[in-house]
């Protein structure tokens, strides 16, 4: 018998093995196997009847029974086959770590998909939505799994899921060990509810089963590192594989989700509108060249102060876009329509998606004015002038830089005492719903001018989370150069419809996701030449390829990488794929080509 294994590394191909005499396999499980002079850990993919007297024999079993059903080896290939990963390599972050615990872990028993259907997918939106999901899963029958975008969230949520029931975590945040058990558990119907993070995605659910998605939108369910595929579309196939309930939760869904809705792929309960502050829109062009708090805006800092209640004005970090100071109209790519990336030494605006490059132009096109600047307020300058007029206010400054250790214990203290805090995104953390008096927006149009597509969708996500924590008597101020925007009029008026049906005409007519997908072909050589001429000739490859449209190579700003932007239709992968692979096998060279299929983060 001869087995085929693959391994936790950036080989696609497997390894075969000579199985030793009066052993028991089968695919989906764990062995050892002696691979580059030392015995590896590798999953068991295929087995073959032969001999082959040359092959090294496996060295002994990790799992004494298959820890994966051959549906949920074919969903694994799925996803290798998507985000262009190996198979080895996205079985080793889908799974427990290997371990002494590895042992006791209960087998799969469901040795291909299940006959029954899955109820469709749902998204649940608007107030409250948490509060719906944890009544839903203290009714519903067989075991639930909440999938987090990170080991903070899925710490508080085992602590709500406690209340109801038992539950296990299947998360970096608990040991190996634990882990492994929490898997056992589910298993063998010990525990029902468990939470965890993408590498829970193929934990066991026997049937009826519940798989919950919190925060779909969030970047962070597509974490660096192999399978680089959104825990939205793992879950989503799953969900297409495996009778178990769906539900994604979100507050703002990502365009994705909301198209599927939209095209009735995914159920989108109406929901009434809960408690919402007032919203004020301050139309900032022409003016915030040397003070970045407006009238009304330190007027209302002022009222919130005397009430006793608390402060939190959103900056952002700096923009590397241009805008005209006098019309707020930002210097876009004709072809693309996303913010040129503007850089200083080199004088020269960028389209990081095309490559277009045009010199700094002299005058606004839309007013001929002359101010174009990369303008933008640091969270330092604003705490400046919110000092300077508020002497007597407890003010402190989150740097998203400070969040770990010692000095991230002291400035989480800080800010819990503070009255007025100055932070980016990642401050929203520290408050609950309903926690604030006043939330504002110092000049959000550096999120609107990142060059990024999903700029407006980002900007939607952030004002929309800010509005959330501002008490329904308190306010929200966005001072901003482009006041009419579709995501501050969908926050000002509640109403997500405001923003989304202008954004996906947008993306439909310009063909990005989820219209047309987009892949990121990055490059790398022994010096800047040897880069350049790689990139040249892959993109050159690529261009030969049928249902492919290619950028031009852009170089990073130390010019070390260069990438290059394919676009394509549902077999994007696919195409990338097979012209890859011709390109690798015709030339001859070193270098470094790597690709990330469905990108949600864009260089700046």
């Known amino acids: 018998?001869?087995?085929?294994?693959?391994?936790?590394?950036?080989?696609?191909?497997?390894?075969?093995?000579?199985?030793?005499?009066?052993?028991?396999?089968?695919?989906?499980?764990?062995?050892?196997?002696?691979?580059?002079?030392?015995?590896?850990?590798?999953?068991?993919?295929?087995?073959?009847?032969?001999?082959?007297?040359?092959?090294?024999?496996?060295?002994?079993?990790?799992?004494?029974?298959?820890?994966?059903?051959?549906?949920?080896?074919?969903?694994?290939?799925?996803?290798?086959?998507?985000?262009?990963?190996?198979?080895?390599?996205?079985?080793?972050?889908?799974?427990?770590?290997?371990?002494?615990?590895?042992?006791?872990?209960?087998?799969?028993?469901?040795?291909?998909?299940?006959?029954?259907?899955?109820?469709?997918?749902?998204?649940?939106?608007?107030?409250?939505?948490?509060?719906?999901?944890?009544?839903?899963?203290?009714?519903?029958?067989?075991?639930?799994?909440?999938?987090?975008?990170?080991?903070?969230?899925?710490?508080?949520?085992?602590?709500?899921?406690?209340?109801?029931?038992?539950?296990?975590?299947?998360?970096?945040?608990?040991?190996?060990?634990?882990?492994?058990a929490a898997w056992r558990a589910l298993r063998d119907g010990s525990a029902r509810l468990a939470a965890g993070t993408r590498s829970a995605l193929l934990a066991p659910l026997p049937p009826p089963a519940t798989l919950v998605l919190l925060d779909e939108h969030e970047a962070a369910h597509k974490p660096p590192g192999p399978p680089r595929m959104h825990s939205r579309d793992v879950a989503l196939e799953r969900a297409a594989r495996e009778p178990l309930a769906l539900w994604l939760t979100a507050a703002t869904p990502s365009a994705e989700a909301w198209w599927r809705a939209e095209s009735g792929l995914i159920d989108m309960a109406a929901r009434e509108p809960g408690p919402w502050p007032a919203v004020s829109i301050a139309d900032t062009r022409g003016i915030l060249r040397r003070e970045p708090l407006t009238p009304p805006l330190s007027r209302a800092i002022r009222e919130t102060l005397a009430a006793r209640r608390r402060v939190f004005l959103v900056v952002s970090r700096l923009t590397s876009s241009l805008a005209c100071d006098e019309c707020g109209t930002v210097v876009r790519c004709a072809a693309c329509a996303i913010a040129f990336a503007y850089s200083r030494a080199a004088a020269r605006l960028v389209c990081r998606l095309c490559g277009t490059s045009q010199p700094l132009p002299d005058t606004c096109a839309a007013c001929h004015g002359r101010r174009l600047t990369p303008f933008g307020w640091g969270a330092e300058r604003v705490e400046h002038a919110v000092r300077r007029r508020f002497p007597d206010a407890r003010i402190a400054r989150w740097d998203p830089e400070a969040t770990r250790g010692a000095r991230g214990e002291a400035q989480r203290a800080a800010a819990a005492a503070a009255d007025v805090v100055i932070g980016t995104r990642g401050a929203l953390r520290l408050f609950g719903p309903a926690a604030l008096g006043l939330a504002a927006f110092v000049a959000p149009d550096q999120l609107l001018r990142a060059p990024d597509f999903r700029a407006g969708e980002r900007t939607l996500a952030l004002a929309w989370a800010a509005a959330e924590r501002v008490a329904a008597d308190g306010a929200l101020i966005i001072q901003s150069q482009n006041p009419g925007h579709c995501a501050f009029e969908a926050v000002a008026r509640q109403n997500l419809s405001e923003f989304y049906g202008p954004e996906l005409k947008f993306r439909a007519e310009l063909g990005y996701p989820p219209f047309r997908r987009l892949a990121v072909v990055t490059t790398r050589g022994a010096d800047a030449a040897e880069t350049r001429r790689l990139a040249e000739a892959v993109g050159a490859a690529l261009r030969g390829a049928k249902g492919l449209t290619v950028y031009p190579p852009v170089p990073d700003r130390s010019d070390r990488t260069r990438r290059i932007v394919a676009k394509g239709d549902h077999d994007l992968p696919r195409r990338l794929d097979e012209a890859l692979r011709e390109f690798k096998s015709t030339t001859a060279g070193r270098g470094m080509i790597d690709v990330e299929v469905d990108p949600v983060e864009w260089p700046s």
């Open 1 to 180: 018998m001869i087995a085929d294994v693959v391994f936790d590394a950036p080989v696609r191909h497997s390894f075969s093995y000579r199985v030793p005499d009066g052993w028991t396999l089968a695919p989906g499980q764990r062995t050892r196997a002696p691979l580059r002079g030392a015995a590896r850990v590798g999953m068991v993919v295929a087995l073959r009847d032969g001999t082959d007297p040359q092959l090294k024999p496996l060295a002994r079993l990790v799992d004494p029974e298959p820890v994966l059903s051959t549906a949920q080896l074919e969903l694994v290939g799925w996803i290798a086959a998507q985000s262009l990963s190996s198979v080895g390599s996205t079985c080793a972050a889908l799974l427990p770590p290997p371990g002494s615990a590895d042992a006791g872990i209960v087998p799969a028993t469901a040795r291909g998909a299940s006959p029954l259907a899955s109820p469709k997918p749902e998204l649940l939106i608007g107030a409250g939505r948490e509060k719906r999901l944890l009544e839903r899963l203290e009714v519903t029958k067989g075991t639930a799994l909440v999938i987090a975008a990170d080991v903070e969230t899925v710490a508080k949520w085992a602590q709500r899921l406690a209340k109801i029931d038992r539950v296990v975590r299947l998360d970096s945040g608990v040991p190996d060990e634990e882990r492994a």
